[in-house]
């Protein structure tokens, strides 16, 4: 087995986390870039990832996601909030980063723009939403990845309130909805979840070859 298979083996969804033990600056950095590179449709990246650590904040949040201990323990929380009704100023402000980043005119990049626009136009407001909540899932899966290579645990949870995390996290006047999040940090000594093995579908149940 790979190093890259045996670190996603060890990871698990980390029930109880070490209060004491915090994510260093580095490795958080480190986390953030493997979110950065994910790949999203037409690479638009249409949502945003607030980064909680405020131990007030952490608690509020813990009462908005039916006190589940996770969220105030551990190191920090990564909420994954997606963009509401992306529309055209978000994919000029995509164009004009490809354009800065690959010295391309935006003249050249009309074509591309005007693809996504006339997806985008197709779509009713929430429809639009689902497919950019669709976008943050694939990143909370690099995150995942990226943090067991760091031996640092996580914990993908949708048990939580997305309008009062809305709220307390002031993403309403900011257009956004939290779609998913992920409490990441240490795991505890105690957490008796740590010791019970991976039960996922055989591979002959799980893929198909034609």
């Known amino acids: 087995m790979s ?8 990871r698990y969804a980390t029930k109880k986390f070490d209060t004491t033990k ?5 490795d958080l950095e ?9 790949a999203s449709s037409y690479g638009l990246q249409p949502y945003r990832v607030i980064i909680v650590s405020d131990e ?7 009462a908005a996601a039916y006190n589940q201990p996770q969220l105030a323990d551990a190191s920090h929380i990564v909420v994954f909030a997606s963009i509401n ?12 980063e490809i354009s800065k980043t690959r010295g391309v005119s935006n003249a ?4 591309f723009s005007g693809v996504i626009k006339g997806t985008l136009a197709s779509l009713s407001v929430e429809m639009k939403n689902v497919w950019a909540a669709k976008q943050t899932y694939i990143a909370l899966g690099n995150l995942l990845a990226a943090a ?3 031996k640092i645990d996580s914990c993908p949870m949708e048990g939580f309130e997305p309008e009062k995390f809305a709220e307390i ?3 309403k006047e900011k257009g956004l909805t939290p779609t998913v999040i992920a409490p990441i940090g240490y795991r505890a000594e105690e957490d008796p979840t740590q010791h019970y093995e991976k039960v996922r579908k055989p591979a002959d149940e799980l893929f198909i070859s034609i």
């Open 22 to 26: 915090i994510v260093s600056n580095n």
């Open 169 to 171: 996290l002031g993403l």
């Open 30 to 38: 480190t986390l953030k870039e493997s979110i950065q590179l994910t």
């Open 148 to 150: 067991a290579d760091l």
């Open 85 to 96: 009704d992306v529309n055209d100023s978000h994919v000029d402000t995509y164009m004009n």
């Open 3 to 10: 190093t890259y298979n045996n670190n996603l083996s060890w």
């Open 108 to 111: 050249d990049l009309e074509g």
């Open 56 to 62: 007030k904040t952490k608690e509020k949040l813990k």
